[in-house]
């Protein structure tokens, strides 16, 4: 028996490889599916089934193009609809690979068609369960995904899935081995952990929503307080993952067309929508990129940051790119389901800058200069942090404008003074710049390493206390 967790970081989203005898099956697949092909062909083994245990939100899926190039089933739980063939499994059926048994339990709750498979071993032992997003390592899937369209409501999400977990999951053997769909920093949980992997002992005794003594009141209350709005790109990914998609390895040949600068600004300008997206490091975009260009760094977190910003998955896109960067841009961007590259800037800002063409330039300071600077004349700060990290801290007076929400708070950035802005560590804060200037907002100073570096100056800190809190 082989199981492989195949975790990708950008998406903190697990794919996995089960191999018995010869058979393979695939859970959850990444869009790009050649390193499942291969891992299969290495081991002389055949793709016999894809498991999907949801209509993924978050990313496209490679279940259709991976069942096209393989012949492999594709197996959803009850309640799934999709346009193309696929197994519907029956609640507890089973399915061999090799010598193992993979059971679905139907799970809902996260959304209605949410399946669990169990794996038994070659002696029907229960060895694992591949929870999808019904169960993560600390937390479980956010219950506000699958309303839309609907007359269940995310209260009935919720207790839906307080049923699942008491009735499908926590009867399983505390030594059954735990593969959850995501860890820390996927937006379909609130609070996983950094772990990807755990035993159902060890989550019975740690994991908030398997209490044993909560009730289905207590566990609707606190799966659904607090819950940031979803990223706009959340259903138009469901919509892909229903009525499938164009193979990646397409997409980078359409892709694949450099044009020089006054092309590159003929398309930018000629096509409705289109926007330029600037993947170089931050550090190379603060000191000149195009103006009003959009900046999204490859080596962040790319993808949700590009759904969260992005609001529509049809957006057309131009690509200034690192040399060589050209095909992992446009994978990752289709994992989210960015489709529509137009092509990339030849020769980059250097040619582009060469030809005459508008560049523009982020003032960007350390954090020891930021704290001699802060109290300037109409000098403000923002934190474009997640609401938990300004919660947990943050430099006093700094006014709370989150980045996946900015182009809310323009209003809060006056035309005087200059305006001080932080993440985390340098890479949310430049972003969250890039989108300010094209809004017209050019007071702006980046604080280099953010809030991490600040912490190492005197500047004075302090927490939030929401009022529903005090007593």
Not at 61 to 75: D, N, P
Not at 285 to 297: A, Q, R
Not at 357 to 375: G, K, W, Y
Request: aromatic residues 8%.
């Amino acid at each position: 028996m082989i199981i492989n967790q195949l975790y990708t970081k950008c998406l903190a989203q697990g794919a996995y490889y089960i191999e018995s005898n010869g058979e393979v099956a695939i859970i959850d697949p990444l869009r790009e599916v050649d390193q499942y092909i291969e891992m299969a062909k290495e081991n002389n083994a055949k793709i016999k089934y894809v498991f999907e245990t949801h209509f993924h939100a978050d990313f496209v899926s490679g279940h259709v193009t991976l069942g096209k190039k393989t012949g492999a089933s594709i197996v959803f739980g009850p309640n799934a609809n999709p346009t193309y063939d696929v197994i519907i499994a029956k609640d507890n059926q089973e399915f061999k690979v090799g010598d193992l048994t993979i059971k679905a339990l139907h799970t809902p709750g996260h959304t209605m068609e949410s399946t669990t498979y169990l794996l038994l071993d070659k002696d029907g032992k229960e060895h694992a369960v591949f929870t999808g997003d019904t169960l993560f390592i600390g937390d479980v899937g956010r219950p506000d995904l699958a309303q839309k369209g609907t007359e269940v409501t995310q209260e009935d999400l919720a207790g839906i899935l307080f049923d699942s977990l008491r009735t499908k999951i926590i009867p399983l053997p505390n030594n059954v081995i735990v593969y959850p769909g995501h860890g820390a920093g996927s937006a379909c949980g609130k609070s996983m952990s950094k772990e990807t992997v755990g035993t159902l002992g060890d989550q019975k005794e740690h994991n908030y929503a398997l209490r044993a003594d909560m009730t289905k009141e207590e566990f609707v209350k606190e799966l659904t307080d607090g819950l940031s709005a979803p990223p706009a790109y959340f259903p138009l990914n469901v919509k892909l993952n229903k009525e499938g998609y164009e193979d990646v390895n397409d997409l980078i040949m359409s892709a694949t067309k450099p044009l020089n600068p006054s092309l590159f600004n003929t398309a930018w300008n000629e096509t409705p929508n289109a926007i330029v997206l600037d993947v170089r490091n931050q550090k190379d975009f603060v000191e000149k990129h195009i103006k009003d260009s959009l900046f999204i760094g490859i080596d962040g977190g790319f993808a949700p940051w590009v759904g969260a910003i992005i609001k529509d998955i049809n957006t057309p896109i131009l690509l200034v790119l690192p040399e060589g960067r050209l095909e992992e841009t446009v994978k990752r961007l289709s994992r989210v389901g960015f489709d529509n590259v137009l092509g990339y800037l030849e020769g980059g800002i250097e040619a582009w800058e060469q030809d005459g063409l508008p560049v523009d330039a982020i003032e960007s300071i350390q954090a020891t200069e930021f704290e001699e600077r802060i109290n300037e004349p109409n000098a403000k700060v923002f934190d474009v942090r997640k609401t938990g990290e300004f919660e947990a801290e943050h430099v006093e007076h700094a006014e709370f404008t989150p980045l996946s929400e900015i182009e809310n708070f323009i209003s809060q950035y006056p035309s005087e003074g200059k305006h001080f802005v932080y993440c985390g560590g340098g890479y949310r804060s430049v972003i969250a710049a890039s989108i300010l200037k094209q809004h017209g907002v050019h007071n702006i100073i980046d604080v280099k390493g953010g809030y991490g570096a600040i912490k190492k100056t005197d500047l004075p800190r302090t927490n939030f206390v929401c009022p529903s809190t005090i007593k």
